[in-house]
C-alpha cells in the first residue's frame, strides 16, 4: 500500500499538502527528519501515515509499533480518540489512567495490539513500561513538541534530554521531530539531543506563515483601555459561530476582568489553574463544543486545545517569549478563516513577566537550599507543608514561586517523586541533584537566554516595518538546513 492510498483509506483526503508527501517519503525510506511546520499544517500525518502501511513483517517477528514521544497529556486522549474513529488502532499511556487501566494497556501493547502509542518521555522511567515496549520492534521513534528537546526552548523538558540513551534503548529507530516553532539554535538543538550529526537528519521548514491570521498591537494604559479592546474584539465577532481566547498572566489579573465583563453582561467563563480539575475539564469540553463562545485564561489553557474555528485570540498581558505568543495564537483560525490575533502592550506588565523569569530560574544556591530542606528537615516538611518551606526559603516574600518552580523541576529530572500541593506534601527523594541544576554558569546562561526572549517580543512590538519580516527573521524561516555551532 503507498502513501496516498493510506491517506485515501483512512483520512479521506485527496491529496498530501506542503511538504507532507516528502517527509512521508524519507521516513518509509528510513531517514531521519526534522518537521517544522505551521499549527494546523498536519504534521501528525507525516508519522501516523508510515505507521499504518504494511512493512511486510514476518509473524516469526516482534510486531511492529510506532511509538509517538509527546508532553501534552490532554491532548494524547483527543488524537488516540480521532484516530479511533478512523478505525485505527492506537493508544497512550500516562498518568491520567488508573494502575488497573495502565497495566491493562500494557498487557496489549505486549501482545501485539496497536500501531500508534502514544506515551510521555517521563514513561521511560518507569520499568515495566521497558519491559514492555522491548517486546516491540519500534520502527518509527516521532518526537511531538520537538522545541522541548532544548534547553534553550520555551517549553523545556528534562527528559526529553534523554533522548539518546531513549533512542539507544529502542535500538536506535528512524526518528522524526515535528513543532511549529524553533529558533535556528533549537532545530541545532534539537538535532544533538537527538545523537545525530546534521548530515543524518533532513529539515523539512515549511515556514511560520498563517496569511489568515490578522496579527496586531495595540498600546494601552490601564485596565480601562485593555477592557475597551476585549469589548470591541468579541463585539466584533459575536455574530460568528466561532469562539475567543483572552489570555491573562497572571490568575488575580483574570479574576479581576472577569468581575468587570460581568458588569458589562458579557458572559464568558474562567479557566486557570487554581480551578479543580473537574471544573477545568468541564469547561474545556464546553470550550470545544462551542457552548461557551468566550474564555478568560491563564497559558494552561490551549495545551490539548484542536478546535477549528477560534475567531480570535486575545493576549492581554505581554507573554514570555516570542516563542510562547506564536504557539498561544496559533490556536486561532485552524480552519483557514480570518482570524484575530491581537496583543495589548502596557509597559506596566514587564514588570511581571521579567518576576515570572526570575522565578523560573532559580540559582544553584536555591536548588541546594530547597533539596537540603527536604532531604535534612523531612518530618516537618512532611507534617506543615509548602506554607512552611516558603517560609524558611522566603518569609518576606510570599508571592515568589521558585519553590514551586524547583520542585517541579526536580519531579522531571527524577530527583523526587510524589504530591506537592496546598493541601499535602509527600514527596520521596529519589536521587541527589544533577549537575545540570548545580551549574551556576549553565542557569546564568539560561536566565540572560529567557530575558532576551522577552526582549525579543518587546522589540517585535516597537517594530516599525513588517512584523511578519521580524518574525520570520527570529524563527530563521530562510534558513534551510540546520548546522551545529561550534561551542
Not at 150 to 157: A, K, L, N, V, Y
Not at 426 to 446: M, V, W
Amino acid at each position: 500500500m503507498k502513501p496516498i492510498d493510506v491517506l485515501h483509506q483512512f483520512f479521506g483526503f485527496e491529496s498530501f499538502r506542503g511538504s507532507q508527501a516528502a517527509v512521508i517519503d524519507r521516513v518509509v525510506r528510513g531517514g531521519h527528519s526534522l518537521v517544522i511546520m505551521p499549527t494546523g499544517a498536519g504534521k501528525s500525518l507525516c508519522y501516523q501515515i508510515p505507521a499504518l502501511m504494511s512493512d511486510g513483517e514476518e509473524k516469526s517477528r516482534r510486531p511492529t509499533v510506532t511509538l509517538v514521544l509527546s508532553p501534552l497529556i490532554a491532548l494524547m486522549k483527543d488524537k488516540v480518540d480521532a484516530l479511533h474513529a478512523r478505525g485505527i488502532e492506537a493508544t497512550f499511556i500516562n498518568s491520567s489512567l488508573s494502575r488497573e487501566e495502565r497495566e491493562r494497556r500494557y498487557s496489549e501493547v505486549a501482545e501485539g495490539r496497536y500501531r500508534l502509542l502514544y506515551v510521555t518521555p517521563e514513561r521511560f522511567r518507569k520499568p515495566e513500561f521497558l519491559d514492555v515496549i522491548t517486546r516491540r520492534d519500534v520502527r518509527l521513534l516521532a518526537v511531538d513538541e520537538a522545541h522541548c528537546i532544548s534547553e534553550w526552548g520555551h517549553d523545556f523538558r528534562p527528559d526529553y534530554s534523554r533522548l539518546i540513551e531513549i533512542r539507544e534503548r529502542l535500538g536506535n529507530p528512524t526518528t522524526i521531530a515535528l513543532t511549529a516553532t524553533a529558533t535556528p539554535d533549537v532545530q541545532a538543538d534539537i538535532v544533538r539531543q537527538l545523537g545525530l550529526r546534521p548530515d543524518e537528519i533532513e529539515l523539512f521548514h515549511e515556514g511560520i506563515d498563517r496569511p489568515n491570521l490578522r496579527l496586531n498591537v495595540e498600546a494601552v494604559w490601564g485596565d480601562e483601555e485593555k477592557l475597551e479592546q476585549i469589548v470591541a474584539v468579541r463585539d466584533r465577532h459575536s455574530t460568528s459561530l466561532g469562539s475567543g481566547i483572552v489570555y491573562f498572566t497572571l490568575i488575580r489579573t483574570l479574576e479581576r476582568f472577569s468581575e468587570l465583563l460581568r458588569q458589562r453582561q458579557v458572559p464568558h467563563v474562567r479557566y486557570h489553574g487554581d480551578l479543580e480539575r473537574n471544573d477545568r475539564r468541564r469547561i474545556q469540553n464546553e470550550f470545544m463544543h462551542g457552548h461557551c463562545p468566550l474564555v478568560l485564561a491563564t497559558p494552561a489553557f490551549g495545551m490539548g486545545i484542536d478546535k477549528e474555528d477560534i475567531r480570535f485570540v486575545l493576549h492581554a498581558e505581554i507573554p514570555g517569549s516570542m516563542e510562547a505568543w506564536y504557539q498561544e495564537i496559533g490556536r486561532a483560525g485552524r480552519d483557514g478563516l480570518p482570524s484575530d490575533c491581537l496583543l495589548l502592550y502596557d509597559e506596566a506588565d514587564l514588570t511581571t513577566q521579567m518576576e515570572f523569569i526570575r522565578w523560573s530560574n532559580p540559582d544553584a544556591d536555591f536548588y541546594h537550599r530547597v533539596y537540603d530542606l527536604i532531604a535534612h528537615d523531612y518530618e516537618r516538611a512532611t507534617a506543615f507543608g509548602l506554607d512552611w518551606l516558603r517560609e524558611q526559603l522566603h518569609a518576606k516574600q510570599k508571592h515568589d514561586h521558585r519553590l514551586e518552580t524547583v520542585l517541579g523541576i526536580l519531579d522531571r529530572y527524577g530527583v523526587i517523586e510524589g504530591i506537592w500541593d496546598d493541601e499535602s506534601f509527600r514527596i520521596n527523594i529519589l536521587s541527589s541533584l544533577p549537575g545540570e541544576l548545580l551549574d551556576h554558569e549553565r542557569l546564568a546562561l539560561k536566565l540572560r537566554r529567557d530575558q532576551e526572549k522577552l526582549l525579543a517580543l518587546v522589540r517585535l512590538i516597537r517594530h516599525e516595518g513588517d512584523r511578519m519580516d521580524f518574525i520570520r527573521e527570529y524563527f530563521g524561516q530562510a534558513r534551510r538546513e540546520v548546522s551545529v555551532p561550534s561551542s
